[in-house]
């Protein structure tokens, strides 16, 4: 994983398709940082395996272990990222910079993130999405509302802060992606959500999808189950 023959100071646990865990592997790819991968899957991590635990209580991926210590919370992680690798920074250089990056995370995490999850992916991932096909239209329309800030920010900059990627963009890229992947299924085509045509409605953040799949690390961070 990244920098081939380099010294391999962290273990990431991770499962694939998981947003956040994607966001760490996102983080650690762009920055060329050399880790060994611990891929779980769902059964492992329902099972509460005790030596998992030991590392995150909550029993959750994604887990940074260094050394001795292990560090929980996707957000936290690339923070801690940021600082033990700052030659590839993600948030920012100047006192600025920092303040504007936190605040675009702020925001997608605040007002756009469980939005998305909570109401439109999770039903069609677990499949009681067509209990009320209202209400999951409903959720659609909100969506494009929750997304509106971006498509400004980003008719202004390439990018969530700025001229250049940050953890503004590596936050919210997997939970995009992910809307993108479940807006796909028949189910929810047939449910009429029109979150399958969010590259063209909102083309500005279209636009800057295309080029976050042109960041570097994001082939080697795409969830490996996604490719079949």
Do not use: C
């Not at 909100?142 to 990627?165: K, N, T, V």
Request: without cysteine; hydrophobic residues 45%; proline residues 7%.
């Amino acid at each position: 994983m990244s920098a081939v023959g380099a010294p391999i100071d962290h273990e990431l646990f991770w499962v694939s398709g998981s947003p956040y865990a994607w966001r760490v592997q996102l983080a650690l790819e762009y920055k060329d940082v050399p880790y060994a991968s611990r891929r779980m899957d769902t059964a492992q991590l329902a099972e509460r395996v005790p030596a998992f635990l030991q590392l995150n209580p909550r029993g959750k991926v994604p887990v940074l272990k260094t050394g001795s210590a292990a560090l929980y919370e996707s957000v936290a992680i690339i923070a801690f990222l940021d600082r033990a690798h700052p030659t590839v920074p993600l948030f920012g250089q100047t006192m600025q910079e920092h303040g504007r990056i936190w605040q675009r995370v702020g925001e997608f995490e605040n007002y756009t993130r469980d939005l998305l999850d909570v109401e439109i992916v999770r039903p069609l991932l677990r499949g009681y999405a067509k209990d009320d096909p209202g209400a999951m239209r409903a959720s659609a329309a909100r969506a494009y509302d929750a997304l509106g800030w971006m498509e400004q920010a980003l008719s202004i900059a390439p990018y969530l802060a700025g001229d250049d990627i940050t953890a503004a963009d590596i936050v919210a890229l997997p939970n995009i992606q992910m809307l993108l992947r479940v807006a796909a299924r028949p189910e929810a085509i047939e449910m009429a959500l029109g979150l399958e045509d969010l590259r063209v409605r909102l083309p500005a953040l279209g636009a800057w999808l295309s080029r976050m799949e042109k960041m570097r690390g994001y082939d080697a961070a795409y969830p490996p189950h996604w490719r079949s």
